[in-house]
């Protein structure tokens, strides 16, 4: 552990000091030493950092009244009779539905960008948000589909390829999720 390793690096000074090897090679070892000590403690104070800003961010998105609302209107339209036409939701600009929609898409792919890229934990969000994730993009992938097919049409054969990666990161993270399932936690 830590603390074999730190009882280690003291005896370097100590063992060097009394050996042949000059003052300058002496110098580098003890710079590549604090600089492995430093790339350690950063590591973990990272982690830490990740976390932090995970749980910040999911505490900032259940302050975020415009989404709560918005995932308000998402789960009574899902639980409705008639369930989520999205094909209805998509014909009219910026209706407000259609607004709420992508207000929760947004959220859930600016988390999963950030997992992604390494800025939020994996655990962390997972063990919070892991049935929300895939359950929300069961709800919402058909709504998706359709509107990077809508998008397509609309922009032609160059741009209409980004339309791939809208929501992508979303929608890899559910998938992977979907095969890689929580799982229980027996009190460790």
Excluded at 51 to 78: G, M, P, Y
Aim: hydrophobic share 40%.
């Amino acid at each position: 552990g830590m603390t074999a390793c730190c009882r280690w690096l003291q005896q370097i000074p100590v063992y060097l000091h009394s050996s042949i090897f000059g003052e300058v090679w002496f110098q580098n070892l003890v710079l590549i030493v604090s600089a492995a000590i430093a790339i350690l403690t950063l590591r973990s104070s990272s982690r830490h950092e990740r976390r932090r800003a995970t749980v910040d961010v999911v505490l900032d998105q259940l302050k975020d009244e415009s989404l709560t609302d918005a995932r308000l209107i998402v789960r009574n339209l899902k639980n409705a009779l008639g369930g989520i036409d999205s094909q209805t939701i998509l014909i009219p600009a910026d209706s407000p539905t259609q607004q709420a929609f992508f207000t929760v898409l947004n959220s859930y792919e600016f988390m999963a960008t950030g997992l992604k890229t390494g800025a939020f934990d994996k655990k962390t969000y997972k063990r919070m948000y892991y049935t929300n994730v895939v359950d929300n993009w069961n709800v919402l992938k058909d709504f998706v589909f359709r509107y990077r097919e809508k998008y397509r049409k609309q922009h032609g054969s160059v741009a209409g390829r980004r339309s791939e990666t809208i929501f992508q990161d979303f929608e890899n993270l559910a998938e992977k999720w979907k095969k890689r399932p929580l799982r229980a936690d027996h009190g460790h």
